[in-house]
T-cell receptor, first 118, second 111 residues
Framework: DAGVIQSPRHEVTEMGQEVTLRCKPI?????LFWYRQTMMRGLELLIY????????DSGMPEDRFSAKMPNASFSTLKIQPSEPRDSAVYFC????????????????FGEGSRLTVL | SQKIEQNSEALNIQEGKTATLTCNYT??????LQWYRQDPGRGPVFLLL?????KEKRKERLKVTFDTTLKQSLFHITASQPADSATYLC??????????FGAGTRLFVKA
């Protein structure tokens, strides 16, 4: 399996522009998580989905952020309009409770999308 | 409010020694606690899980303890090697399979 795939790996944009980050989870995984990582705040959970349905979006910073999961193999995180304080590394992770025989709850992370907003 | 605290200061140790990292939490009653390793520029990678009814878990040179009374987990790496240098994150289930991470502790192992 290719693992969790995120794109783009790096994005540099100007304040006010729309940013779309993409994630392809591991096939068969029914949970998908979006995290944001900064030096100041560490790894923050933004939103997570179960079977393509958003379960908890309480970590989404504000209305400028939105996330969708139109099908089991694709999710997007959109920031519109972007601001310099959104600069961070955004991680997507997936897991499967059903397939996880040992029930470790292990999350599989992508390599992240590093966003810089100028 | 719910909090997970890890030592924000980096831990520097000599090769061959045991590294001990701490994770404290408040206002959680997690069913389990996980430890992950993160290398620069990479995503976190799962290492170990310990459940609330387990006191200790081992995997090769790794050992994790979990004290639900103290609300603390200790993560040990014995016979440490320079290749163990990384950031180590603890994570808790915050209910409904929601996984929350601490900020991580950087470990440097000197040869």
């Amino acid at each position: 399996d290719a693992g969790v795939i995120q794109s783009p790996r790096h994005e540099v944009t100007e304040m006010g522009q729309e940013v779309t980050l993409r994630c392809k989870p591991i096939s068969g995984h029914d949970y998908l998580f979006w995290y944001r990582q900064t030096m100041m705040r560490g790894l923050e959970l933004l939103i997570y989905f179960n079977n393509n349905v958003p379960i908890d979006d309480s970590g989404m910073p504000e209305d400028r952020f939105s996330a969708k999961m139109p099908n089991a193999s694709f999710s997007t995180l959109k920031i519109q309009p972007s601001e310099p304080r959104d600069s961070a590394v955004y991680f997507c992770a997936s897991t499967s409770r059903a397939k996880n025989v040992a029930n470790t709850g292990e999350l599989f992370f992508g390599e992240g999308s590093r966003l810089t907003v100028l | 409010s719910q909090k997970i605290e890890q030592n924000s200061e980096a831990l520097n140790i000599q090769e061959g020694k045991t590294a001990t990292l701490t994770c404290n939490y408040t206002n959680y009653s997690p069913a389990y606690l996980q430890w992950y390793r993160q290398d620069p520029g990479r995503g976190p990678v799962f290492l170990l899980l310990i459940r609330e009814n387990e006191k200790e878990k081992r995997k090769e040179r790794l050992k994790v303890t979990f004290d639900t009374t103290l609300k603390q987990s200790l993560f040990h790496i014995t016979a440490s090697q320079p290749a163990d240098s990384a950031t180590y994150l603890c994570a808790l289930e915050g209910g409904g399979f929601k996984t929350i991470f601490g900020a991580g502790t950087r470990l440097f192992v000197k040869a």
